[in-house]
């Protein structure tokens, strides 16, 4: 029983191993934060770079981060009254008219297991709830999702939006999703663009350091 062992059946998909070994850690006395770190995320750090080079595929990291979150949530409960390490704050959504959410899921579970704090909107986000929620929870990124092409101007629309509610140098805003370029993101003022989940995360990470 290892953190090596926890780390490989995350990258394995393999939930009730991933539980197995979490509570049997935590049994024998590891420290959470150790376990969270060394054992489950370090194996999310080893999914991203695999799927970014097409040596995994939506399903399997799709079944790698719900053992991720499995783990996490066991740990979480033995840090309850602990300070989680947390290095930043995003709201995510899919824009108005966009039904779509495997990618915008996939891009909150890298982002949760990279050490952020998400906060998903959902799918069909109006302008005015990612103002809301921009306001109400002052994030250091807003991450916008569309899938369609048809959709895709109402990522300027919430741009807009933050323009006109003087909240626009308040908040980074990344883009993502299949029809998103970073030619379109330079277009519509977008601090960044992240063509899938694992650059997403990395994007963020940078944005937060300048």
Same mark, same amino acid.
């Given at each position: &029983?290892? +953190?090596?062992?926890?780390?490989?059946?995350?990258?394995?998909? =393999? #939930?009730? %191993?991933?539980?197995?070994?979490? !509570?049997?850690?935590? #049994?024998?006395? +590891?420290?959470?934060?150790?376990?969270?770190? !060394?054992?489950?995320?370090?194996?999310?750090?080893?999914?991203?770079?695999?799927? !970014? =080079?097409?040596? &995994?595929?939506?399903?399997?990291?799709?079944?790698?981060?719900?053992?991720?979150?499995?783990?996490?949530?066991?740990?979480? #409960?033995?840090?309850?009254?602990? *300070? /989680?390490?947390?290095?930043? @704050?995003?709201?995510?959504?899919?824009?108005?008219?966009?039904?779509?959410?495997?990618?915008?899921?996939?891009?909150? &579970? &890298?982002?949760?297991?990279?050490?952020?704090?998400? $906060? *998903?909107?959902?799918?069909?986000?109006?302008?005015?709830?990612?103002?809301?929620?921009? !306001?109400?929870? @002052?994030?250091?990124?807003?991450?916008?999702?569309?899938?369609?092409?048809?959709?895709?101007?109402?990522? %300027?629309?919430?741009?807009?939006?933050?323009?006109?509610?003087?909240?626009?140098?308040?908040? %980074?805003?990344?883009?993502?999703?299949?029809?998103?370029?970073? =030619?379109?993101?330079?277009? $519509?003022?977008?601090?960044? +663009?992240?063509?899938?989940?694992?650059?997403?995360?990395?994007?963020? %990470?940078?944005? /937060?350091? #300048?």
């Amino acid at each position: &029983m290892s +953190y090596t062992e926890l780390c490989a059946e995350v990258v394995n998909g =393999n #939930e009730s %191993k991933v539980i197995e070994l979490t !509570k049997s850690l935590l #049994e024998a006395g +590891y420290d959470p934060l150790e376990i969270m770190n !060394k054992g489950l995320i370090a194996g999310m750090d080893i999914v991203g770079p695999r799927f !970014k =080079n097409g040596e &995994m595929f939506v399903p399997e990291v799709l079944l790698s981060a719900r053992a991720l979150h499995s783990g996490i949530n066991i740990v979480k #409960e033995a840090l309850v009254g602990t *300070d /989680i390490p947390c290095i930043g @704050k995003i709201v995510l959504g899919t824009v108005k008219s966009d039904l779509h959410d495997i990618g915008k899921n996939l891009v909150g &579970m &890298m982002m949760e297991s990279a050490g952020f704090k998400v $906060i *998903d909107l959902g799918v069909d986000v109006p302008e005015e709830t990612f103002i809301e929620a921009v !306001k109400e929870h @002052k994030p250091d990124i807003l991450a916008l999702s569309a899938l369609l092409t048809t959709t895709m101007p109402n990522m %300027k629309s919430v741009i807009d939006a933050l323009k006109e509610n003087g909240l626009r140098d308040k908040v %980074k805003v990344i883009i993502g999703g299949a029809p998103v370029s970073q =030619n379109f993101a330079d277009e $519509i003022g977008a601090d960044g +663009y992240a063509p899938e989940a694992a650059s997403a995360a990395a994007l963020c %990470k940078q944005l /937060i350091a #300048e």
